[in-house]
């Protein structure tokens, strides 16, 4: 009882989320409901927290509130919410990207950030040594 206690809290939570987006970027509901291409009384069931959107649907209404859909993945509960990083801050404000170039700059850098934190060798790049290919160093014509 506890673990349907707790959805339809996360499922309310994400809804107060939601509206409180759409309200301050003021979107009618009509509004964000065409540009996510859900039905009026479906997303109105979701800010009230009756229904609990999925993944893709997060992702469709929050390309309609023009921000990022890890924000509202994590409100969600669907993943988790990352320490603060600069890099990724800027990711995800940059407005000339698109969301799936976002999302895969995001997990290119968190898959470098993973495989330091375990340990994996890197090679730091020495700036005073050519990275690309070289001229032989014989006879010039």
Do not use: C
């Not at 206690?5 to 003021?26: K, N």
């Not at 509960?77 to 890099?87: C, F």
């Not at 969301?99 to 790049?125: A, C, D, K, V, W």
């Amino acid at each position: 009882m506890a673990a349907a206690s707790s959805m339809a809290g996360a499922a309310h939570d994400i809804g107060a989320f939601i509206r409180s987006q759409r309200m301050s970027a003021e979107v009618s509901l009509r509004q964000l409901a065409e540009r996510a291409g859900v039905s009026n009384p479906y997303l109105s069931q979701i800010e009230r927290g009756l229904r609990k959107p999925s993944a893709e649907v997060l992702g469709q209404i929050a390309k309609g509130l023009r921000m990022s859909a890890e924000v509202l993945y994590v409100q969600a509960g669907i993943l988790e919410e990352h320490a603060a990083s600069p890099v990724r801050d800027a990711l995800l404000a940059d407005k000339h990207l698109t969301e799936r170039q976002r999302q895969m700059l995001l997990e290119i850098y968190e898959s470098f950030r993973t495989s330091n934190r375990s340990g994996e060798t890197t090679h730091p790049i020495d700036p005073t040594q050519p990275t690309g290919p070289t001229q032989p160093t014989g006879e010039q014509k």
